[in-house]
């Protein structure tokens, strides 16, 4: 297992956010998290990367339990990659200062060094004569693929995805999509929380369904949209798929 | 009318014609209060006398070349300040936020020092530091009123400027220091390429007005020794019995003050422009 997260617990005052999350994801697999608002998706994945401390439980990534909280989180944050639903690109850097800046001042490479590269990955996701605009001069389909860039560059093991499309235009979607199913091409490991049911279905290895903190119910896409066995997912369902909200991908 | 307005929407020709009103109001009104103080005020009995004594040109003519000489010496002392207060003011605010263990005591003491300086008046704290501490006994040059005037100014100034660095290093939102650190980015490294750039950018005009202030404070060193302007004015009322350097001195700061508070002003709209 790439990444094995053992009984996680998480509660934020006396609010029980997560309540024993055991999962595992194969080297190269696509987990998708989907679930209502505040079924503990982000902060799930805000936990593996170490943003949040955890209550209770072990991560294990590679076989090493990265929860140890006696353990420094600033080399493991290096293996994992996280975008969020808002960019948060840093507004005073311009895309390409926001890509370098981690692996300037984290691998010590410099600028030169790292140029083929960083130019490369720009160019891969559509983004080669963004290199020099500052965040606000970009559409957020545009900001967010920086983001990802951004991620990247620091070759992470894992990639963690927040709702990364949730503040995007409808039109916008689809190109962020996009990077994703081509990650998965290279075969990246992923774990995404999302609302875009459709891009699941399609590209995922498999579905876990959250609600109130545990995992109820989790399988191949086929199944989970299909034939769930939970009469929570059933609603759940019912309700995302019949209003619309999971536009195609 | 019509031909004249041929061109202009309804909405224009309306905000135009509201705006010639509003601008003949505006000088109406404006002419009455000046005509108002220039017929009354020369009628109040002691006017002859506060015209001889405040406003008497032949003494702005004698003493402008000395008083803006003296001047000089207030941009000095205000021009070595201003570095040392920005430099004291961001290590503080910085150091009000360390959480390192074994930095505790200097993040205690950045609490002391702003709570301290930032309660005291700033003339009791020349006064005390520019009095006291050269009555330790030191020899010159280290008994010399600049050194300790200066040193008064820095530590009142950059209690000040720490908390307004502060003010600015806390309204980065947290998201962006989460996107540093999920980089593998260190705390330090996320504090001095994430979060201060974006601080200072936001705290610039409310430190403008900070140096506004503190130019006009360096006045009070004159209390301690150095014939600046402030001082060179009291010198010119006791020698020629007239309160015209003062008004000379004050008509010298507000021709570098009112150009810094008005750059300070546009700078603070411009940023709220820039956020809505």
Known sequence: MKLRLENIQKSFGDTRVLDGISLDVAEGEMVCLIGASGSGKSTLLRCINLLEPLDDGAIWLDGEDIADPALDPQPIRQRIGIVFQSFNLFPHMTAEDNVMLAPRRVRGLSRDALRPQITALFDRFGLADRMGHYPDQLSGGQQQRVAIVRALAMQPEIMLFDEITSALDPELVGEVLEVLKTLKQDGMTMVLATHEMAFARDVADRVCFLDRGRILEQGPPAQIFTTPTQARTRDFLSRVLNTGQAPAA | ?276
């Open chain 2, 1 to 276: 009318m019509a031909q004249e307005q041929a061109g202009l929407t309804r909405r224009q020709a309306f905000e135009r014609r509201l705006r010639r009103r509003s601008m003949m109001i505006a000088a109406g009104s404006t002419g009455a209060v000046v005509l108002a103080m220039v017929l009354l005020i020369p009628r109040a009995p002691g006017w002859e006398r506060v015209k001889q004594s405040f406003f008497d040109w032949d003494v702005v003519v004698r003493t402008f070349p000395k008083l803006l000489n003296a001047f000089l010496l207030d941009v000095a002392i205000f021009a070595w300040s201003a570095p040392m207060i920005a430099a004291l003011g961001l290590a503080i605010a910085l150091a009000r936020d360390v959480r390192n263990p074994v930095l505790y005591p200097l993040r205690l003491f950045g609490a002391l020092y702003t709570d301290i300086f930032r309660g005291v008046p700033v003339v009791l704290v020349v006064y005390l530091v520019g009095f006291g501490i050269p009555g330790l006994g030191l020899s010159r040059p280290w008994n010399s009123p600049y050194i300790w005037g200066t040193v008064a100014l820095v530590l009142t100034y950059s209690a000040y400027v720490a908390e307004i660095f502060r003010s600015g290093i806390e309204s980065v939102h947290q998201s962006q220091r989460n996107a540093a650190l999920s980089l593998g980015l260190s705390g330090s490294d996320t504090m001095r390429y994430v979060v201060l750039p974006q601080a200072i950018r936001r705290v610039i005009p409310a430190q403008m007005n900070m140096l506004i202030a503190l130019q006009k404070d360096v006045a009070l060193l004159s209390f301690i020794g150095p014939v600046e302007i402030f001082r060179q004015a009291g010198v010119f009322k006791s020698l020629l019995a007239n309160f015209t350097p003062y008004v000379v001195a004050a008509a010298i700061f507000l021709v570098v003050t009112v150009p810094a508070t008005r750059l300070a002003d546009h700078l603070i709209a411009r940023q709220n422009r820039a956020r809505t």
